[in-house]
Nanobody, 121 residues
Framework: QVHLEESGGGLVQAGASLRLSCAAS????????MAWFRQAPGKEREIVVA????????DYVDSVKGRFTISRDNAKNTVYLQMNNVKPEDTAMYYC??????????????WGQGTQVTVSS
C-alpha cells in the first residue's frame, strides 16, 4: 500500500472554494488509480470522483459535476480536489484512496485519515 494524507479541509461558507490535497509517500502514485470519497455522519460512504492512473479518465458523481475538479501531479506524488461553489450538502469527511493499476482484482485498499469539510449556509 501507499501512505496517503489529506489536507485542506475546513469550515467555509456556501459558495466558497476549497482545495483538498492528498499527498502520498512510500510509493509512487503513478502506479495507482485514485479517488476521493466522502462520508457524512450517519450516512453511507460515497465516491465523489475517480481518476485513472494517467489522469486521462475521470468520473464524477452527478451532484458535484461542474463544481469539483480532480487532478493529479504524479511528479509531486499528489492528488487534488478543487471544490468550487460548495454547498451545505457537501459537508462530510473527505478521504482519498488508491488502488493499483497493475491488477484486475485491485481494490481501494490505501486510504488517508480524512479531512473534514463543513459548509455553512
Amino acid at each position: 500500500q501507499v501512505h496517503l494524507e489529506e489536507s485542506g479541509g475546513g469550515l467555509v461558507q456556501a459558495g466558497a472554494s476549497l482545495r483538498l490535497s492528498c499527498a502520498a509517500s512510500g510509493r509512487s502514485l503513478s502506479a495507482y488509480h485514485m479517488a476521493w470519497f466522502r462520508q457524512a455522519p450517519g450516512k453511507e460512504r460515497e465516491i465523489v470522483v475517480a481518476i485513472s492512473q494517467s489522469g486521462i479518465s475521470t468520473d464524477y458523481v452527478d451532484s458535484v459535476k461542474g463544481r469539483f475538479t480532480i487532478s493529479r501531479d504524479n511528479a509531486k506524488n499528489t492528488v487534488y480536489l478543487q471544490m468550487n461553489n460548495v454547498k451545505p450538502e457537501d459537508t462530510a469527511m473527505y478521504y482519498c484512496a488508491a488502488k493499483s493499476a497493475g491488477s484486475l482484482r485491485s481494490r481501494y485498499d490505501s486510504w488517508g485519515q480524512g479531512t473534514q469539510v463543513t459548509v455553512s449556509s
